[in-house]
């Protein structure tokens, strides 16, 4: 299996043969470690187990991602949505999908482009804030915590196009977020409320899930830290700024990079939520799901492209933010790691309690 | 000093109440709205006047076609799971374990897929299903999920790897097991936990996808029961049947539920593992 490499993985070519190559004896520093007898000849098995997913991530991933680079720079062809063979006739058209998104029907990826940052920036802002206020609830709530951790689980649970119909359901024009408010108004119709629907619904989805993370930092922060704070006479707002902030700042900041990164996508909330092609919820995903059910594959793929772009860029700066590297330390052995990890975020070094 | 203890206890218990509700409240609208009659189905009385199972009744009703999508669910979300567990075990056991070159490249390759966004590659490939006759077929389905389903597995399965001692494989190495026979023998046994954790995680995330099914389909017959109550109909094009859809809603949430209330020690131990490491 893993020598059957079709041809458009040459990107992701440098690693393997690399990996079958390792299985030469290991570098010095390695053996170092006395693991020598151990790692003899691993570079072949490393390679055998590991291939079978680069390949399958290689197909499902690399290999789309190209075609849509490639597919975005061709046209629509004419609107025949039952014709199966058409990318013989689609034109090319160079880097026009691209520069249209500056002519005026780019009115369209300019909005999605706001909508889809408007709505990160809001629901990861409001979740984080939610998220650490349950967090700090559960850490001190030591009775019903089996109830409290099962509850918070179930809006991760429910599955987000679940999750639509139901705040649909509840911001109903007759539904009972009208009638709690006493107000009247059609939240899921075109305009401003429209957002706020989608944003509620999404941080109360969300929200749950910053809180388990920024939990599991607040658990293995030391509690001597806090007793020698309440020694030295500093408050519990104090102690929460310069003691619980700092410490769990590394968790958050995963915690953060993950939401937004999935906000970055969001399309199954607005969608069913809302509705497609509505203005004021339609965000780069909706848009480019949008133009390709409508045959008109080469700007979806443009706007696939962009919106992937986006995402990597805020990747990046977030991996600069983070300074140390989300995989961890994989190379050395667990001790290694450890001490690594204990020079470098002191909260995450002891074991998260399951 | 006692008064202000006792404060605290009762703000405690009251920010509990408080999480609890928040989390719950939603969910408890969609189970009490699935029981009431289509009559009072615009009530906002915290209990329903009275229970009634007709909006399941209709969720089942032959022209719905829900127990279809049902199957097409367990289908799909299941051979994802399958397949995605095989194919993690033994890359996220290499990841942990072995000594090779490149290894955090690929482990930090695998990892970034994961936070890729789905529709760069549902344009594409819905473009090449369509070329070779793939819509409406369950692996059109299946093949993409796996570009967020592995990531999560490797990830996942790897931690849990790291957290078994060495030692175990090199005492049975010592006693002449291969690292193959290691692996198989002593690591995967005790691994079960780690690895059922893992399924569960990526088994909710296949159930929930919602983009993939959507885009690559469009007959009933093959649709997934999210995108199924996406597109329930009631008698007229303007009756929203809001009734079936929270009572289709809590038959595909009600798996999930007593799934997270049975092993919601592992799935909060299998999601911070991932994170906080």
């Given at each position: ?7 458009e ?169 009208n ?17 706020v ?31 020698a ?16 902030l ?97 020079r ?11 | ?19 609890v509700?928040?989390?719950l409240a ?8 699935s029981?009431?009659?289509t ?54 056991y ?58 999560l597995?490797v ?6 790897f ?23 023998k ?9 690895i059922f954790?893992t ?79």
């Open positions: 299996m893993a020598t059957r490499t079709p041809p993985t040459a990107a992701k070519r440098p690693p393997r043969p690399a990996a079958g190559r390792a299985g030469r004896p290991p570098a010095p520093e390695k053996a170092r470690r006395g693991r020598k007898p151990a790692t003899a000849g691993t570079g072949r098995m490393a390679a055998l187990l590991v291939s079978p997913t680069l390949l399958v991530l290689t197909v499902v991933v690399l290999y789309p991602t190209l075609m849509a680079l490639q597919e975005s720079l061709y046209g629509t062809k004419g609107l025949d949505p039952k014709t199966g063979f058409i990318s013989d006739t689609e034109p090319f058209v160079g880097l026009k999908n691209y520069a249209d998104i500056f002519g005026q029907a780019g009115d369209r990826f300019w909005n999605a482009f706001f909508n889809t940052t408007f709505f990160t920036v809001v629901t990861v802002g409001l979740e984080t804030v939610i998220g650490v206020i349950m967090a700090l609830i559960m850490h001190k709530a030591f009775s019903g915590r089996a109830l409290v951790r099962a509850s918070i689980l179930i809006p991760w649970a429910v599955p987000t196009a679940i999750s639509g119909l139901l705040w649909r359901w509840i911001f109903n024009s007759d539904g009972i977020a009638s709690l408010i006493g107000h009247q108004i059609l939240w899921t119709t075109e305009g401003f409320h429209a957002k629907a989608v944003i509620i619904a999404e941080v109360w989805k969300t929200a749950p899930f910053i809180g388990l993370l920024v939990l599991a930092g607040l658990q293995v922060i030391p509690k001597e830290v806090y007793e704070a309440r020694m030295d006479g500093a408050s519990p707002v104090r102690q929460f700024c310069h003691i619980t700092p410490l769990v700042k590394p968790a958050l900041l995963v915690a953060v990079l993950f939401r937004c990164l999935d906000a970055l996508r969001m399309f199954d909330l607005p969608y069913i939520l809302i509705g497609a092609q509505k203005n004021s919820v339609e965000t780069l995903s909706m848009l480019a799901q949008n133009e390709a059910s409508n045959v008109r594959f080469g700007p979806a793929a443009a706007y696939a492209v962009l919106l992937f772009v986006y995402v990597l860029l805020i990747a990046l700066g977030f991996v600069r933010l983070l300074g140390a590297d989300l995989v961890g330390d994989a190379g050395g052995p667990r001790r290694a790691k450890r001490r690594s990890l204990l470098r975020t002191p909260a995450l070094t002891a074991e998260v309690p399951a | 000093m006692t008064t202000t203890v006792k404060w605290r206890t009762w703000l405690l218990y009251l920010g509990v109440a408080g999480v509700a928040y989390c939603p969910f408890y609208w969609m189970v009490v709205s029981l009431r009659r009559s009072d189905i615009f009530d906002t009385s915290l209990i329903p006047s009275s229970v009634s199972f007709e909006n399941y009744e209709a969720v089942f009703s032959p022209s719905q076609g829900f127990g279809r999508a049902l199957l097409n669910s367990l289908i799909v979300a299941g051979t994802t799971t399958v397949l995605a567990l095989l194919l993690a075990t033994f890359t996220a290499a990841m942990a374990r072995l000594e090779f070159r490149f290894k955090r490249l690929i482990l930090t390759l695998i990892i970034a897929t994961s936070m890729f966004p789905v529709v760069s590659i549902v344009v594409p490939l819905l473009k090449l299903f369509t070329d070779i006759g793939w819509i409406n077929t369950y692996q059109a389905m299946i093949v993409p999920s796996m570009s967020f389903v592995l990531p597995a990830w996942n399965l790897t931690t849990f790291r957290q078994m001692p060495d030692e175990l494989e090199q005492a049975a190495m010592i006693d002449g097991c291969t690292r193959g026979q290691a692996f198989r002593i690591i995967i046994p005790l691994a079960a936990p780690g954790t399924a569960i995680i990526i088994f909710i995330a296949a159930w929930n996808e919602f983009l993939i099914a959507l885009s690559m389909t469009n007959r009933p017959s093959v649709q997934t029961a999210p995108v199924a109550i996406s597109k329930f109909t009631g008698a007229t094009q303007f009756d929203i049947p809001f009734g079936s859809q929270m009572a289709a809603g809590v038959l595909v949430t009600v798996p999930l539920v007593i799934m997270v209330l049975l092993f919601q020690r592992r799935i909060v131990a299998g999601l911070t593992a991932g994170a906080a490491k």
